[in-house]
């Protein structure tokens, strides 16, 4: 079966479950995936860089972007907090011969699913439990703790959407999880996984 790279791969999982970290490992392990740049209203952290990490809007540009039909999917996360696929970028990387790899939230990937239908790869990544996410948030001390207590009951919510999404990684061992996401990846855009 020829490789068909006009496809998309979406990572959706509830936060610190591990999806970034597998993003990650797809780009450096595949180099016919491109990762598809979300844009989003939140301030810019210290370390992240307009147009790598994310496309930065106010919250009026993203609602012109919104009026105009800029997006594929997007999100009020928060008030005047947004999420989003811009259209443009699903164009530059399909353009570029390259399949589209996303890590979003599980709203947007339910989103793009429906639109994409057979040509997009749903994958959660799953916590190997609750307390253990909460864990790892807690850990990373990058949350007031008035948004850790909403991220926390949004985490509650997103765990329930795990049935609606094509696969299920569970992230306990990191390795493991790698593979299984490697295994994914290769059958749905390769039509079978590389044999080592």
Not at 115 to 142: A, M, Q
Request: net charge neutral; with cysteine; proline share 3%.
């Amino acid at each position: 079966m020829k490789a068909d790279f006009h496809k998309m791969i979406v990572l959706t999982a509830p936060s610190g479950a591990g999806k970034t970290t597998l993003v990650k490992h797809l780009l450096e392990t595949y180099d016919f995936l491109d990762f598809s740049i979300s844009a989003c209203t939140r301030a810019r952290r210290e370390h992240e860089i307009d147009g790598k990490d994310y496309y930065f809007f106010t919250p009026q540009e993203f609602k012109d972007k919104i009026a105009s039909g800029g997006f594929i999917e997007y999100e009020e996360v928060y008030e005047n907090q947004f999420y989003g696929t811009l259209k443009s970028e699903v164009n530059r990387i399909w353009e570029s011969g390259k399949s589209i790899v996303f890590d979003i939230d599980v709203k947007g990937a339910i989103n793009i699913k429906k639109l994409y239908k057979d040509d997009c790869l749903t994958i959660f990544v799953k916590p190997p439990s609750f307390d253990i996410l909460v864990e790892r948030l807690t850990n990373r001390n990058t949350e007031t703790p008035a948004s850790l207590k909403k991220r926390i009951a949004r985490i509650k919510r997103e765990l329930k959407y795990e049935t609606r999404f094509d696969a299920v990684v569970v992230n306990d061992l990191l390795e493991v999880a790698k593979k299984e996401a490697e295994y994914l990846v290769e059958n749905f855009i390769l039509g079978k996984p590389f044999i080592d």
